[in-house]
């Protein structure tokens, strides 16, 4: 059963890439939910069933939301292209978060390594095509990037191979906190524009408890300053971040650009 739907979801291009793993573990949820259609469907698995539509349906909606805001936006048949020609530069033009930063990338960097020093070690996590940024930095740190894409950790490893970088890309599930706990430790982690994904609009429980997992003495949060139609937010500054920081006694500083927010904050 479960091979026939994780085939069925991943036909969906925004999904195709994703782990077999995580389609499953959503899966377990959505039948956690719903015992009686686990039931029909593990009794006999019809494509054309109801029942069936409404997992594919129901459990696509819920990767898309999670998992699938930041994949990359050209045909897969461009970026192979682009990867072929080894142009990363172009390569961050296909992605809605890094085309965004690439007019301020240089200036992130010098502003967030004043306030952290260069790290000797950096962990990307929902790093997305962020390490392709690596040029911008400035500096040869050791680099451990983490997403759920397999084609983008792919790319990544080849990335890292290409430019002689000391660098790995893994997949990796940040709700999975116990597996976070054991990452390589590291001066920098970066959380780009990945708590509204974790949270999934049910607090900042979850945002939390990674952050605290995660091992690294800074770690840089951002969020979007511009609504999903582009107008600014009236109120760009994210108060539950900050309250979190003084009740666990964490400094930090704030960073902003045109469209993005960046809080670097101090663990230790």
């Known amino acids: 059963m479960y091979p026939e739907l994780i085939k069925e979801i991943k036909k969906k291009k925004e999904l195709s890439e994703l782990d077999n793993k995580f389609i499953k573990e959503e899966l377990d949820r959505f039948f956690k939910r719903e015992p009686k259609i686990f039931k029909n469907l593990k009794e006999q698995t019809n494509p054309k069933a109801k029942d069936y539509k409404i997992v594919i349906k129901e459990v696509r909606a819920k990767l ?24 990363y530069q172009k390569v961050l033009e296909t992605h809605s978060s890094t085309k965004e930063r690439l007019p301020f990338y240089n200036q992130l960097y010098k502003k967030i390594f004043k306030v952290t020093g260069k790290p000797k070690t950096i962990l990307d996590l929902g790093a997305g095509l962020n390490p392709l940024s690596y040029e911008f930095m400035k500096t040869r740190s050791e680099y451990y990037a983490y997403d759920l894409s397999k084609e983008e950790v792919k790319v990544l490893n080849q990335f890292f191979k290409d430019k002689n970088i000391n660098g790995k890309a893994g997949i990796l599930d940040l709700l999975e906190t116990n597996k976070v ?47 999903m139609s582009g107008k600014p937010m009236n109120h760009p500054r994210r108060g539950w971040i900050e309250l979190m920081c003084k009740r666990l006694e964490y400094k930090f500083q704030v960073l902003e650009f045109s469209n993005e927010i960046f809080y670097v904050v101090k663990k230790s």
């Open 64 to 87: 898309r939301r999670s998992y699938g805001l930041f994949r990359v936006e050209k045909e897969s048949k461009d970026l192979k292209e682009l990867f072929k020609k080894k142009d």
């Open 181 to 227: 706990k054991k990452l390589p430790k590291a001066d920098i982690a970066f959380l780009f524009k990945m708590t509204d994904v974790l949270d999934k609009g049910k607090g900042h429980k979850t945002s939390e408890k990674i952050i605290t997992a995660i091992p690294a003495k800074f770690i840089v949060v951002s969020f979007p300053t511009l609504t």
